[in-house]
């Protein structure tokens, strides 16, 4: 059973592997400055979910603690970096 398991796992890192990838090159030709932020935040949240995953494939516990870290940093980002544009950028 252990062994369906982990092929599981696996099979959904290589699928967040391809959706990271999409999701990147939607970054890149995103039309809006709003379509990126999105999928900065979208990847951030794929990563989060890839380190959890991870975690649970090596039955590590640190890195769950990182996942969250990561995420919580990820949520400072996406706010600060909209508040940043909202406002209009850099105050002359």
Wanted: hydrophobic content about 60%; glycine content about 6%; overall charge neutral.
């Amino acid at each position: 059973m252990n062994e369906i398991i982990d092929v599981m796992l696996l099979l959904t890192l290589c699928v967040l592997v391809l959706a990271i990838f999409a999701s990147f090159i939607r970054l890149i030709i995103g039309p809006t400055i709003w379509d990126r932020i999105l999928m900065v935040n979208l990847i951030s949240v794929k990563v989060v979910l890839f380190v959890a995953i991870y975690a649970i494939y090596l039955d590590s516990t640190l890195m769950l603690d990182i996942a969250i870290s990561y995420g919580v940093i990820g949520y400072l980002t996406i706010t600060l970096l909209s508040k940043y544009i909202m406002t209009g950028g850099r105050e002359r």
